[in-house]
């Protein structure tokens, strides 16, 4: 499963990036450690 990643850059663009979930999932729990 992915899960779709979107955020603006510095002018405004829209950047988007497809990740697989269980890689954010270690990113957030990492994150909240």
Do not use: C, H, T
Not at 2 to 22: C, H
Request: a negative charge; hydrophobic letters at 45%.
């Amino acid at each position: 499963m992915f899960i779709e990643i979107i955020w603006k850059n510095s002018n405004g663009d829209d950047l988007k990036a497809l990740v697989p979930s269980d890689k954010v999932q270690n990113f957030v729990n990492q994150f909240l450690e």
